[in-house]
């Protein structure tokens, strides 16, 4: 994939009186790794989907190395991108058919999943499973066992990086993670960068300021744009939202003095 050109997008749900995403414009080149960043609710997840054809714009169009989606065929341009968010699905499948859940038709070797859970921080823990990738992931079935919320969460990441997609989407990925996996998680993301197309979405602004390109959304709109530097050098709601957020992990951490008595 060379380019990505949003033009002009808008999408405006049935039900609501206002955009979603409202006249967003951006260009993504090959092998950049872009954040949209903002806060709850200002359009960053539906951007995102309709980049992934799986919404269609209400107004604008988004078009794939110069071609707007309509010309392509939806199921080979969906084929060269992936999508993973914090909406997963648990299957009642293996560990190994969890994370190949999307690629079954082109089938899938036990060495393509396997480092795909190794660059989702999945692997080691997926191998200590009673039956590693052979466990069943649905405690009901005998023998079966279910993962925790962030153990799932890297099965998720696992399915994303399977693919080796044009386009990968992260929506969230490490929201459940303890900080090492997240750390991990971030050094197999930005292994990308200068191959495939990504596009991060998260809250933690420790981990955009990588990015090629960061932008950040308000209410719909895309009010800024530019590298981390860029950015907080502008003194705009990035620098603001990201220094508020350095300010917590800066606080010193002061013990309480006494110790609550229990009982
Ligand atoms: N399926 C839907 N139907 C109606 N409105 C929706 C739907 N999905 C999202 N919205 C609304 O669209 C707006 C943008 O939502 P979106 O999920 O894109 O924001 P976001 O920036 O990804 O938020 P968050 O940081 O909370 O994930 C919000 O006002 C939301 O309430």
């Given at each position: 994939m060379r380019t990505i050109v949003v033009d002009a997008v808008s999408l405006r749900y049935p039900d609501r009186d206002t955009a979603a995403v409202d006249q967003v414009s951006l260009t993504i080149e090959a092998g950049q790794t872009v954040a949209f960043v903002g806060e709850n609710g200002s359009g960053k997840s539906t951007l995102a989907t309709m980049i992934a054809t799986l919404r269609t714009p209400t107004g604008g169009t988004i078009r794939y190395?110069?071609?707007?989606?309509?010309?392509?065929?939806t199921d080979?341009?969906?084929?060269?991108?992936?999508?993973?968010?914090?909406?997963?699905h648990k299957w009642p499948f293996t560990a190994a058919t969890n994370i190949a859940i999307g690629d079954l038709d082109v089938g899938c070797e036990q060495d393509r999943i396997e480092a795909a859970a190794a660059r989702a921080v999945a692997h080691n823990m997926i191998n200590e499973l009673p039956h590693g990738y052979d466990t069943l992931l649905d405690r009901t079935f005998a023998g079966g066992q279910d993962l925790s919320g962030g153990q799932w969460q890297r099965i998720t990441a696992a399915r994303g990086f399977l693919r080796d997609a044009d386009l990968l989407i992260m929506d969230e990925p490490s929201?459940?993670?303890?900080p090492r996996a997240e750390d991990a998680l971030f050094q197999a993301i930005r292994d990308r960068q200068g191959h495939g197309i990504t596009i991060l979405i998260t809250h933690r602004l420790a981990n955009v300021r990588h990015a090629d390109r960061i932008y950040v959304l308000h209410r719909g709109r895309l009010v800024e744009a530019g590298t981390h530097d860029d950015l907080l050098a502008g003194g705009g709601r990035y620098a603001e939202l990201f220094t508020l957020q350095a300010a917590g992990y800066a606080t010193p951490v002061s013990l309480p003095r006494q110790t609550a008595t229990l009982g």
């Open positions: 190395n110069g071609r707007p989606t309509d010309d392509w065929d080979a341009l969906r084929a060269r991108i992936a999508v993973v968010t914090q909406e997963y929201s459940a993670l303890d």
